[in-house]
C-alpha cells in the first residue's frame, strides 16, 4: 500500500454508516461517525448497538468509535486516512456535503461513497481535480459485517494507487472480497440480483405459483440461502427491493430486458398498504402466534404456509452437490423443473449481456453474485453446471436470445465458462476469446486446486490429508453424506491418525485441521449415535467416544505443532476437534458451542475437558480457587452456549488469548499454515496437566443447589437435572476430586466417558436425538 489506512470517518449514522463505523471497528480502526446533530450521531451508534444481528464482534468496540457532528467537529478530519460518505441518497445533498468537507481533508486522504446506485460522474462533477483523482465509490453490502462483498467503482479521473489502496485495505483488514465494477446503475449484484428476483416474481405469476411454492424452489436446491425469494424480499424490504429495481427501470433505457424491473401491481399494492416485511411485521410472510402465514398474490389475502411437495425438489434434493442439484432441478420435467429452468435461462442471459456493460470479466460477475446474494455458485458457475451446449440449444428452441459471444464461444470449442487444469484454473475472456488464468491470491489457499495438482497424500471419502507446502499438511474433512455441514465420523478419524503417523515419519512440519465447505462442522454423526442406540451397542458406543478422546488428546500432545481453522458453525464435535488442536486460527465469524445437552447429552469427545483447561488458564492470574473456573465451564456447556463472533468465544472459554482471529474467511487457511510455520520455530510439544485442582463434593453440592431451584421453577426438567449433575461431577472432579487431590486429563476423560455412555442409554436423550434428526429442533422433555 501507498498509504497506511489508520484511522477512518463515516458520514452518514443511519442504517448503513452506522454499520459500517462498527465493522472499522471490529478490524480496530478508530472512526469519527458524523451526523447532522451530536445527538444524532450519538444515537445511530446506540441503535448500532441494539441491531440484530449484531454489528459488532464484541460490544466493547464501540469504544472505537467517536460520535462527531458537522457543525464542530469538521476540524477533527484532518486526522483522518479515508472518509466515507453514507448520506441519504440524493446527489445534491451529497455534492453538498463533500463541498463542506473538501477545506478539512487531511493531504492524501481517500473520500468514498457508499452509494448503491447514483452515478459516480455525477457526485463528481464541479468537484476540484485532486478531489476527483482521490474520490471513487466503495459500495458495502447491508448487513456489512456479515456481507463480504465490497463493490469498488472507479471514476475516470480515480488514481490506480487510490483503487489499489482501498482494494488491499478491505480485503486485508476489513476482511471483504472485492469486485471490480463499472459506474452503472446498480453496480453489478444489485443489477442481476434484483433482475433474478423480479424474473422470479414474474415467472411466479405467468405459472401461478404460490408463495411457498416459489420458495421451495429458489432456496438451498438451487444453491440460495434458505430466505430463497419471498423471504429475502421481506429481509430486505419490499420498499427497497422496489427502490433498487425502479432504479434500473429509470436509468437503463436501453437495457433489453427493462421492462421486468417494472414494478408488478401485487408488490404495489403491497407497498401501498405499508406491508413492506420485516420492518412492519408484514409482507409475503406475516406470523400470527406461532403459524406463520403466507400471502396469496391473487386474492392478496393470507393463509396458512403450506407445505410443498414436486418431484423435481425431492430429486434435486437427493444430490448432495450444488451443481448437481441445480442440474436436476432445472432439467426436470416437472412444475419444478420447467420453473427452475425459466428463471435461471432468463438470468444466464441477462448477466452474459450486462459484459462488459457493467463489469470486464465472468470473475467479478459471479463472484458479485455469491458475495453480495449468498448464491453458492454464480451465473457462469451455474451454466457451466447446466452444462453450455445442452442449456445453448435448449435456450435457443425455445426462442431464447443468448448474446453472440457465448454463441461464437462454443463454436470456437470453448463448452465451459471455467475450465481448470493441473491444479490451474483459468476462465473465458471475452475481450481476448480465450483462456486466462484466474487471479491469483497467494493468501488464497484453494484445496480443489492442491488436489488436481497431485498433493493428495491419504484420502477417503470422509476426509484428506493434502500437501499445502513449506511441509506443512492439511486434514479436510468432507462429508460425503452432508457436505455442507461436515458430521464427524470415523473416516475423519482415520485421516487424523494417518497425519499423526505420516508428519513425525516423513519430516513434515505440522498440521492444518480445516476445509472448504459452508461450515466447518456441526457436530457429530447423530444418526450413527442414534443407530447405536437403537441396537444397544453401549460398548461400542464407548469405544467410539475412547477413540475421539484419544485422537484429540495425540493432537493436543504431538511433537508437531497442530492448528485448527474453524469457521461459521463449530457445534459440539467439530468444535471438540478444533479445540484439541495447540492453536486456532479462527474466522471472525465463528458460531462455536458445545450444545451437546440439546440432544440430552454431554460432550464425549474432550470438550468437558478443554472447556475446563480454558477457563482454570485464563483466571489463574486471579487465583479465584478450584470452583470459579468450574462454575464458568459449567454455565458455557449446561446452557450450550453458542458464540456470535470469534471474539465472543473467547468470552466463553471456546478460544484462549494466544488464539488467532482472521477477518477475511478466504486466507483462514493461509494464516492457519502462517501459524503453524511460526510455531515450529522453537517448538516445544506441551504435557498433559496432572495436578488439576477441583472442588469436588462440596462444589458439586453447590450447583446441585442452582439446579434444584430452577427444576423448582420449572424452567429446567427433570431430564435437564439429570444431564447437569453428571456434568457437575464430571467438572468437579468426581470422588477423586477436592481441594488437596489433584486430578489428571486422563481421569477427566474417563469421567466425561462414563457419562456419554451413560446418557446415550437414557430413553429421553434418545427422544431428543431423534426429534433433532427428524425436525431439526432440540426437544425439550
Not at 77 to 99: A, T, Y
Not at 330 to 341: R, S, T
Not at 414 to 432: E, L
Not at 473 to 493: K, R, T, V, Y
Request: proline share 6%; aromatic share 8%; charged share 25%.
Amino acid at each position: 500500500m501507498t498509504m497506511k489506512i489508520q484511522k477512518a470517518a463515516v458520514l452518514g449514522t443511519g442504517v448503513m454508516g452506522s454499520q459500517i463505523a462498527a465493522h472499522l471497528s471490529n478490524a480496530g480502526i478508530p472512526c469519527l461517525a458524523f451526523d447532522i446533530s451530536q445527538d444524532v450521531a450519538e444515537k445511530g451508534i446506540q441503535a448500532a448497538l441494539k441491531l440484530k444481528p449484531a454489528p459488532f464482534y464484541n460490544p466493547k468496540s464501540a469504544k472505537l468509535i467517536t460520535p462527531c457532528n458537522y457543525d464542530e467537529h469538521l476540524e477533527m478530519l484532518k486526522e483522518v486516512d479515508w472518509i466515507i460518505e453514507g448520506v441519504i441518497e440524493r446527489l445534491d445533498i451529497k455534492q453538498q456535503l463533500f463541498n463542506r468537507i473538501i477545506p478539512h481533508l487531511k493531504p492524501g486522504a481517500i473520500v468514498t461513497s457508499n452509494t448503491s446506485g447514483l452515478s459516480l460522474k455525477e457526485m463528481c462533477e464541479g468537484m476540484p481535480e485532486d478531489f476527483r483523482k482521490r474520490f471513487l465509490v466503495t459500495h458495502f453490502f447491508n448487513p456489512p459485517r456479515y456481507m463480504h462483498l465490497l463493490e469498488i467503482v472507479p471514476g475516470e479521473d480515480t488514481l490506480p494507487e487510490v483503487v489499489a489502496d482501498i482494494a488491499e485495505f478491505c480485503e486485508n483488514v476489513l476482511g471483504k472480497g472485492v469486485v471490480y465494477a463499472k459506474d452503472t446503475p446498480n453496480f453489478i449484484a444489485n443489477r442481476i440480483g434484483v433482475f433474478g428476483m423480479m424474473a422470479t416474481l414474474a415467472a411466479a405469476r405467468k405459472m401461478n405459483l404460490s408463495v411457498e411454492e416459489v420458495d421451495a424452489m429458489t432456496g438451498p436446491v438451487l444453491g440460495r440461502p434458505k430466505s430463497a425469494t419471498f423471504r429475502t424480499a421481506d429481509v430486505v424490504g419490499l420498499d427497497t427491493l422496489a427502490h433498487v429495481a425502479n432504479t434500473a427501470y429509470q436509468k437503463c433505457p436501453d437495457d433489453e430486458s427493462r421492462e421486468i424491473f417494472k414494478i408488478p401491481d401485487f408488490l404495489a399494492k403491497m407497498i401501498e398498504n405499508k406491508w413492506l416485511g420485516q420492518k412492519t411485521r408484514q409482507g409475503f410472510y406475516k406470523k400470527e402466534g406461532k403459524t406463520i402465514l403466507a400471502l396469496d398474490l391473487e386474492t392478496m389475502e393470507y393463509h396458512p404456509k403450506k407445505k410443498v411437495r414436486m418431484d423435481g425438489i425431492r430429486v434435486a434434493k437427493s444430490h448432495h452437490k450444488t451443481a448437481g442439484k441445480i442440474k436436476a432441478l432445472a432439467y426436470n420435467p416437472d412444475k419444478a423443473g420447467q420453473f427452475a429452468w425459466e428463471i435461471l435461462a432468463d438470468t444466464l442471459i441477462y448477466s452474459a449481456n450486462r459484459i462488459p456493460e457493467i463489469a470486464d470479466d465472468i470473475v467479478n460477475v459471479d463472484n458479485a453474485l455469491k458475495w453480495g446474494f449468498g448464491w453458492q455458485l454464480g451465473p457462469f458457475e451455474i451454466w457451466d453446471a447446466l452444462g453450455l451446449e445442452r442449456s445453448l440449444r435448449r435456450m435457443k428452441d425455445a426462442g431464447k436470445k443468448p448474446p453472440r459471444w457465448v454463441e461464437e464461444m462454443v463454436q470456437n470449442g470453448h463448452t465451459s465458462f471455467y475450465r481448470s487444469q493441473d491444479g490451474r484454473a483459468s476462465y473465458y475472456d471475452v475481450h481476448s476469446k480465450s483462456y486466462q488464468p484466474m487471479p491469483e491470491n497467494p493468501r488464497v489457499v484453494h484445496l480443489k486446486l492442491l488436489k488436481e495438482k497431485g498433493r493428495v497424500l491419504r484420502e477417503n471419502w470422509g476426509a484428506s490429508l493434502i500437501d499445502l507446502g513449506d511441509g506443512v499438511l492439511c486434514a479436510e474433512f468432507h462429508s460425503i453424506a452432508q457436505p455442507d455441514f461436515n458430521p464427524l465420523d470415523p473416516a475423519m478419524f482415520d485421516i487424523l491418525s494417518e497425519a499423526l503417523e505420516i508428519i513425525p515419519r516423513e519430516g513434515f512440519t505440522g498440521l492444518v485441521i480445516a476445509n472448504q465447505s459452508p461450515h466447518f462442522s456441526a457436530g457429530a454423526n447423530l444418526a450413527m449415535i442414534m443407530s447405536m442406540c437403537e441396537n444397544r451397542e453401549w460398548e461400542r458406543i464407548n469405544l467410539v467416544s475412547k477413540l475421539f478422546q484419544d485422537i484429540g488428546q495425540q493432537l493436543k500432545y504431538s511433537p508437531f505443532p497442530v492448528v485448527s481453522a474453524p469457521f461459521n458453525m463449530c457445534l459440539g464435535g467439530g468444535l471438540e476437534i478444533a479445540a484439541a488442536a495447540n492453536r486456532i486460527t479462527a474466522s471472525a465469524e465463528l458460531y462455536a458451542g458445545l450444545v451437546e445437552v440439546g440432544v440430552g447429552l454431554i460432550p464425549g469427545g474432550g470438550g468437558t475437558l478443554r472447556v475446563l483447561l480454558n477457563f482454570i488458564r485464563k483466571m489463574e492470574r486471579m487465583r479465584p480457587g478450584p470452583f470459579p473456573p468450574v462454575q464458568k465451564a459449567f454455565e458455557t456447556i449446561a446452557y450450550a452456549k453458542v458464540s456470535s463472533s470469534a471474539a465472543e468465544a473467547m468470552k466463553l472459554g471456546y478460544l484462549t488469548k494466544e488464539d488467532r482471529i482472521v477477518i477475511n474467511p478466504d486466507h483462514l487457511i493461509y494464516e492457519a499454515k502462517q501459524t503453524v510455520l511460526d510455531l515450529a520455530k522453537d517448538y516445544q510439544a506441551p504435557e498433559p496437566n496432572t495436578e488439576i485442582y477441583l472442588p469436588g463434593e462440596g462444589g458439586r453440592m453447590t450447583i446441585e443447589v442452582t439446579l434444584e431451584n430452577l427444576l423448582k421453577h420449572g424452567v429446567i426438567s427433570p431430564h435437564d437435572m439429570l444431564i447437569g449433575k453428571k456434568l457437575a461431577y464430571i467438572l468437579t472432579g468426581g470422588e477423586r476430586g477436592g481441594y488437596t487431590t489433584p486430578v489428571d486429563e486422563q481421569y477427566q476423560l474417563d469421567l466425561e466417558r462414563e457419562a456419554f455412555v451413560s446418557l446415550c442409554g437414557e430413553p429421553k436423550t434418545q427422544d431428543r436425538i431423534r426429534h433433532m434428526l427428524k425436525k431439526g429442533k432440540p426437544l425439550r422433555n
